[in-house]
């Protein structure tokens, strides 16, 4: 029992969630009490206090759960974002807890493959933006060199017919790109870039982009419609070929024409893998700025290698 009820020692509720099986936890609010101490701010301060990047948030998290639910001075209820990794232990004497039976959650069973993947060895698929820094260098030729397949360059060129690229100005791509997915995870993408991963941008105007490519500027969303069929899911792969990638981990709302480009690329004919498709479920209003921020956060927990910091709704399809 922490001597000083006004500060909590988050280690423990981390600890305490360790110790069990099942994929639901709800804990009494004197449980709660009992397991860290628990700070006014849990009362005061809700529901802020309940989410975001915090200390508590992190404690919970690092032990591989998500908040489900807050019944403020009566109970809290945790979800298990990965499988149990073996049997439970007891809880500490005095703690009790009531674990609902188990509740399957798609591709719950990928996160632990997923956060074994080295990302400095793997290349990482990204999608582009609404959001878009303005300026840049001056462009000294009509078209930024590109070592892409003609193919590539051919379709880019009709896609431009009825979506104008304006590339009097060029800045490349990862910094071109400002939307909720770029300001959430700007720093661990550059970090990746700067290492030299490949990192590709799944992109309306240009197709694909490897990171450092320069580009103009335009507004389009990406269609597969609009490019020559299976061209992207075929030089998505060549490239994953090309750069020897260890793993490929792509990110992208589930019901996108990004997410069908993934998802479609023949990776097992080439023989990639592991192939993850990392998104967000379960998320009400505010999707178009949520999902895009949660999967900028799920970009920065695997960079960091960091489960702790892996977003609530977090699902993980392996594809090969």
Not at 13 to 42: K, N, Y
Not at 174 to 199: I, K, N, S, T
Request: proline share 9%.
């Amino acid at each position: 029992m922490p001597s000083d009820r006004s500060r909590a020692d988050y280690s423990r509720l981390t600890e305490w969630l360790t110790r069990h099986g099942g994929q639901i936890v709800t804990v009494s609010w004197d449980e709660l009490d009992a397991v860290v101490g628990r700070p006014p701010s849990a009362t005061n301060h809700y529901p802020q206090w309940w989410h975001g990047d915090r200390p508590n948030t992190r404690a919970w998290r690092a032990a591989g759960f998500e908040l489900e639910r807050v019944d403020v001075g009566r109970s809290v209820t945790f979800r298990r974002m990965t499988p149990p990794a073996g049997p439970a232990l007891r809880p500490r004497s005095g703690v009790s807890s009531r674990i609902a039976s188990p509740v399957p959650r798609p591709g719950a069973a990928n996160v632990a493959e997923l956060l074994a993947v080295d990302p400095r060895r793997a290349m990482l698929v990204i999608p582009c933006s609404g959001d878009k820094a303005r300026g840049g260098q001056p462009n000294t030729r009509p078209t930024p060199a590109t070592s892409w397949p003609e193919s590539l360059s051919i379709a880019r060129d009709r896609v431009w017919g009825h979506a104008p690229v304006d590339e009097s100005n060029v800045l490349p791509a990862w910094r071109r790109y400002q939307g909720h997915f770029y300001r959430q995870a700007r720093r661990e993408l550059d970090a990746a870039v700067a290492a030299g991963v490949p990192v590709i941008i799944l992109s309306g105007g240009y197709g694909l982009l490897r990171a450092d490519e320069p580009i103009g500027i335009y507004n389009k969303v990406l269609k597969r419609s609009d490019w020559p069929q299976g061209l992207l899911e075929s030089l998505l792969v060549d490239e994953a070929a090309r750069v020897g990638a260890e793993a490929v981990v792509a990110f992208a709302a589930a019901t996108t024409d990004y997410a069908k480009v993934i998802r479609r690329a023949p990776w097992r004919r080439r023989g990639i893998s592991p192939v993850f498709h990392v998104t967000i479920s379960g998320v009400g209003g505010g999707a178009m700025v949520e999902v895009p921020r949660r999967l900028g956060q799920a970009f920065s927990a695997l960079w960091e290698r960091d489960p702790g910091g892996l977003p609530a709704g977090l699902s993980v399809e392996r594809l090969a």
